[in-house]
């Protein structure tokens, strides 16, 4: 189900590439000829379903290249549910904030994360996770307000409503190859105090679920 080619998209410029040769690789003789046209063109285009990036925010990285943390970027509303995000985003800039070590925070009444604000803050929060054995891992919030969790582009928990800090349900991913994979946490706090905890039990570990490590989280 999670596969790990489908977790490490390709660089961006890789695809740009893919996208310039194919297109300057239509020889103009053929041009003229129609057929050969539509053919290079869908030619063109099973390669960019092959190569493009499945729009996710996080382009991939290298060891290397990967820091630790999580991103974030803010916007500034008062909204009831997490849906509201993306909307938001569609109109208004997200801005981007210091990055995140990991997510363990009962913040109270105090200021939203590393945002400018403690109330009506909206938070896009991006980067990877390293899972590094294969089976079952088990992942869950305390939050205040909603919350909403996908990882290698499925949504695998939410409490998306404004509330007190209470827990999530439990959301399980199956893990098929050990590896990084993209990861996004959409939050927000609405008014009053806020909380944010990220939980997990990986495979082969028992008791209750824990906050998920500085070390197995990059951007
Ligand atoms: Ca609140």
Redesign the pocket.
Known sequence: MFDRTRAIAPPLTNAGSVLTISATQIPWSNMRNMKSFWACALLAGSGLLTWAPSGRAQVATTDAERKPGLAVCYMYRLIRHVDEIATWQKSIKCEPGAPLAKLDFDGGSGKVLTSNAADGVMARITGFIHLDKAGAYKFAFES??GVRLRIDDKMIVEDPGVHDDQFSDVGTMEVAKPGWYPLSIDFF??????TLRFLWRPPGVEGDLSPVPAGVLAH
Do not use: H, L, P, V
């Open positions: 205040n307000d706090e609405r008014r009053i105090t806020w």
